[in-house]
């Protein structure tokens, strides 16, 4: 089992900036994929930004340049740093692990929240 908690989620206005952080405890092993996904009420929760465990990046259109995912293999977390945030950016936020073969674990989620 991993478990997974995120922090850093809070309420802000339209343009500032954010950092969210993910610790990864339990049975981690090398080789992961982490990342952050978010949802909104209503709409299917959506990829933002993932990460391998060599630090290799992907991230979603509506996000790319404002946001950047990294990682220290050594503590087991993850991080995403939120810039020039906007409304539609607001949602709950989930920390994601993955070793593939749908051994997959998710965080609680942390509430971000940008207002106009």
């Known amino acids: 089992q991993v478990q997974l908690v995120e922090s850093g989620g809070g309420l802000l206005q339209t343009g500032g900036s954010l950092r969210l952080s993910c610790v990864a405890s339990?049975?981690?092993?090398?080789?992961?994929?982490m990342g952050w996904y978010r949802q909104t009420p209503g709409k299917q929760r959506e990829m933002v930004a993932t990460?391998?465990?060599?630090?290799?990046?992907t991230y979603v259109d509506s996000v790319k340049g404002r946001f950047t995912i990294s990682r220290d293999n050594a503590k087991n977390t993850i991080y995403l740093q939120m810039n020039n945030l906007k409304p539609e950016d607001t949602a709950i936020y989930y920390c994601?692990?993955?070793?593939?073969?749908?051994?997959?674990?998710w965080g609680q989620g942390t509430q971000v929240t940008v207002s106009s």
């Open positions: 994601y692990y993955t070793l593939g073969y749908g051994r997959d674990y």
């Open positions: 339990g049975r981690v092993f090398s080789g992961n994929i």
């Open positions: 990460i391998t465990s060599g630090g290799r990046a």
